[in-house]
């Protein structure tokens, strides 16, 4: 067997085993554990093509030739993009696993984490249109299978009906975008990719499910679906090769106006769940808007806000989750107080909410400054949407520490409730990786650039062909 296939292989395999011990009956916390153990490994293989010349320049083609525009020009790939894309899914497992309390956790999820895990390092390995519609609407299911239990019907009733309208979109614009040669219908095609990735991300207009799903629904599966935005990766796949400058500049403006208000209601939420939907669909707004091509830089920031907000959104509404597990519904009208018996979570807590806002020495701060710096020029509006966003959020995040975690001391906590061992690791080396980052970001950036510069090429080489 060839290296390619063995290292797919190597890929594959933790979330295969996970889900075959799952069926076989294995008990919930021996498979939490091995979940945990797969989702490490899952890593190193993916981290590999860091060391590997021959996985980081990873090609393997349809068994057929003439492949039709449909399927794409590979089957699985390794590009400057997916490099740092590739490892995200499992490290988002690993910190899953490592932090779901036990009333939370059961062998079902664990099944569908890996599943979903599997699914969305699939997706990043390939730019095969078909390949990413069968994908994007495996993660849908697996999804709302996460919602399946009676309480949460209103949840599920709402997140199926965007997310199989945005399927259905995606598949017809795929089909339109390469099945015909007429430009008006390729057009079109596009258009409705456009739309169905602003269904997924919660670009407004159709933003409201996610705050909806995060507070009638359950949290973890909303956040394994929504943290490592496979509707960015297709944006970029599907969208930004083939789009015109107005359909591009279009979806900035949409995205910049999300993520300011979205930041806004995070600002006056009564309830934590909510303020966490909307702080993401801001967050997510804000690595689409960085996508209109306007300098390589600005693409470059935008691709580090992907890894950083997916990390620092991963690790603050886990936080939250932790903490709505030993008090109940988290209000925040009132102060709970708490920081003496939680004191990591609320540093935790705090930093990462930071790094969403781009604060200094975190990686989002690095993302914003790129993002603001490359794009300013010629998009002045650009930057001022930046900062009020990021302003906003700062704001909010500042809301909710104070509220969850500041006031008087709090009586309720007993040694019982105090964080797990497991739980301080996982937030300590969410809470590192993003400082870390920050501090030393010069490898992340370089690739991030390079990604940008790929994008820009591939986009004027096609631009070079219609008009030939």
């Known amino acids: 067997m060839s290296l390619p296939l063995l290292w797919l292989a190597a890929l594959a395999a933790p979330s295969l085993i996970v889900v075959a011990l799952g069926r076989a009956g294995l008990e919930v916390e021996r498979l939490r554990t091995t979940a945990a153990g797969c989702a490490a490994a899952c890593m190193l293989a993916c981290a590999s093509v860091f060391v590997s010349p021959k996985l980081g320049a990873l090609h ?109 979109l995606l598949a017809a614009g795929v089909l339109l975008e390469s099945f015909t040669t007429r430009t008006p219908l390729r057009d079109a095609g596009v258009w409705l990719i456009v739309v169905a990735v602003l269904i997924r991300k919660g670009i407004f207009p159709f933003h409201a499910w996610i705050p909806e799903v995060f507070d009638s629904g359950r949290m973890g599966p909303i956040i394994r679906f929504s943290a490592p935005q496979l509707g960015s990766y297709v944006a970029v796949v599907l969208v930004v090769p083939h789009a015109s400058a107005g359909v591009l500049r279009a979806l900035a403006i949409l995205s910049l106006v999300t993520a300011v208000y979205g930041a806004a209601l995070a600002l006056v939420q009564r309830d934590a769940r909510r303020a966490c939907g909307y702080l993401f669909v801001s967050q997510s707004a804000l690595v689409l808007a960085g996508l209109d091509c306007t300098s390589p830089q600005a693409l470059a920031g935008s691709l580090v806000l992907w890894l950083s907000s997916a990390l620092a959104f991963t690790g603050l509404t886990r936080t939250v989750l932790a903490l709505e597990v030993r008090r109940g519904r988290l209000d925040l009208t009132r102060y709970h107080g708490g920081y003496e018996e939680l004191s990591q979570l609320a540093v935790s807590f705090l930093v990462l909410g930071l790094a969403c806002t781009g604060f200094p020495g975190t990686l989002g701060f690095i993302g914003q400054e790129m993002l603001v710096e490359g794009a300013v020029r010629e998009f002045p509006a650009l930057g001022f949407f930046v900062i009020a966003a990021a302003a906003l959020t700062g704001l909010a995040v500042l809301r909710m520490y104070f509220s969850l975690f500041c006031g008087a001391r709090s009586t309720s906590f007993g040694l019982r409730r105090m964080l797990l061992r497991r739980e301080r690791v996982a937030f300590g080396a969410l809470t590192a990786l993003l400082v870390v980052g920050g501090l030393l970001p010069g490898t992340i950036v370089a690739s991030r650039l390079e990604a940008g510069h790929a994008m820009l090429h591939e986009r004027e080489q096609r631009a070079g062909g219609v008009q030939e």
């Open 60 to 168: 393997v083609a349809w068994p057929f030739a003439g492949a039709h525009p449909a399927l794409g020009a590979s089957l699985f790939r390794v590009s400057e993009l997916s490099k740092f894309l590739l490892p995200l899914p499992s490290t988002l497992w690993l910190v899953s696993v490592a932090v779901t309390p036990r009333s939370r956790l059961d062998a079902a999820g664990l099944e569908r984490t890996a599943a979903a895990t599997l699914s969305t390092t699939l997706a990043f390995l390939t730019e095969s249109p078909t390949l990413l519609v069968a994908l994007w609407t495996t993660s849908n299911l697996l999804f709302v299978g996460g919602l399946s239990r009676t309480e949460h019907h209103r949840a599920r009733r709402v997140a199926r009906a965007y997310l199989w309208t945005s399927a259905s």
